[in-house]
């Protein structure tokens, strides 16, 4: 099963100090200070998703179906990754079964019995909801969306707001054509690295590539290697609080979005909730007062603008 | 497996074109006016949980440890809604296995091979996680916290805002003596009742029981029995909208939290964001418009009593 990666006990304990809770399971609860960064830094992102580009925002269930997602062959690339929910046989001799017991064994596993049929996979990436919504539509228009998901994704370790089972993604998604989703992601970088500095973070853009199930076999990997389409902002030189991605027409062929007659292009501005979070306190300690507000800072930008950005 | 209760189409209609997306698996997506409600919705009764009770307000996880729920006998109790979250186990030949396919059945379901043991259940109401934090406190003082979360239960049959797989579930919750705990659900019933009134949404409140597995065998029903602990506000004669529950010293003797060195109460306040979606729409028809604004309205209240509410 997965560890736990060692964070420095005093920087748990800051991190505590300012309102983490730490589950072995590889996930966050958050109160106090970090929540209300973690909110402002919401925000921050949606107002860039409004001022930006008026793009409309939707909120998607935790899970999604299969099927959906092996449109895109999501099961064969990530299948490690990948988090089920699942359910007891509803019959009351299975049910009995399992409250007979054990339920949880001594390690904390539950002893469960006999599975219902299930068709769902947790949401591994907060886009996805949205080309699943918008499947079959036929666009006059550039269609600009956000969204943000609890995702899970299953890793070898798991390291507080750094690394975890199940944490917070807010997404920026332009479907179009090829010049629009690119226009996109580099109106939307040189958005974000304006933001960056006003809030005092350093950042690399650097390429990076999907973490596949045996890479060479997939030839999403093999694209992405000969053309790069994933770009990661990385702070501290090995945490990526955020990403620009060029799909191609990857989403729009396999669910049937069309851009004046052509099969739509889709890009996406992803960006990690809790990573923001780590960076703000690796850079400015556990005094809030002394944080930045991303928030205020995303607001005097638009302003400053006069609300021309679009 | 679960079956889908028909809505009648027209109002199914009526829901789509205020910004419903309802998926067979019963879950819902929002955007739109729907969307701007159920976060106008959200905002007030965060308000009503500052401005009554000074909450603090936390976010948890998806999950929890099924090791924790156990204390409070959760899963002996309601294993027939629990939703687990579980992953493939990791070494290659099995999953190798998995993506050999057919990874998805022609029904939908997935073709799951071995799984990882799991330690999580999908939250089945958000409140759970407030005890679990607050374990082992010594209170010298009531303590007042919020939370909202995405709540998983399985049910024999789904129908769009009414009764879904998975839902938004806000909470507010009171930790302190029987008597702190009877007052803030007073006072919570009462102030809720205004907020309604406002709103002009009519309710009964009822006496209700948790929907238990084998109930006659379980010394928690029998006790909903005999002390009448949960009151539903009843919209429309049949949909529960939020509840008010006392819960005697159930958590704070399962999680060691005592109030003056014994054992603590605990009382919420839980409220369905979906389910009054339904009311308001089911009040006010498809018209945006002619809808209320429940943040503005709570709002209005608060300004009322010049704050003087605690």
Known sequence: MTSLREMAPDRLAELRRVGLSWRSSGQASLHGPLLRLAESLDRAFRLLATAGW????????????????????????????????????????????????????????????????TRDVLTPAACHHLYAQHESSALDAPLYLTTRNTCFRNEPYYEPLRRQWSFTMREIVCLGSRSEAIGFLDRGRSTVDTLLKHLGLDVDWCVATDPFFRPLESPQYLMQRLEPTKHE???????????????????????SISRAGEPAHSACLA????????????????????????????????????????
Do not use: C, K
């Open 233 to 255: 902002a990385v702070y501290g030189g090995d945490l990526a609080i955020g990403s620009a991605n060029l799909h191609h027409e990857h989403f729009g062929e396999n669910y």
């Open 271 to 310: 960006f990690g909730i809790e990573r923001w979070l780590f960076a703000v306190v690796d850079r400015y300690g556990v005094q809030p007062e002394s944080w930045p507000d991303p928030a205020s800072t995303m607001q005097q930008m638009v302003s400053a603008t006069g609300g021309q950005w679009r």
């Open 54 to 117: 008026d793009a409309e925002e939707e909120r998607h269930p935790a899970s999604l179906p299969a099927e959906l997602l092996q449109r895109v062959h999501y099961l064969h690339s990530f299948p490690h990754q990948a988090t089920f929910p699942v359910r007891l046989q509803p019959d009351e001799a299975n049910l009995d079964e399992f409250r007979r017991g054990p339920v949880v064994d001594p390690d904390g596993h539950l002893v469960l019995t006999q599975l219902a049929p």
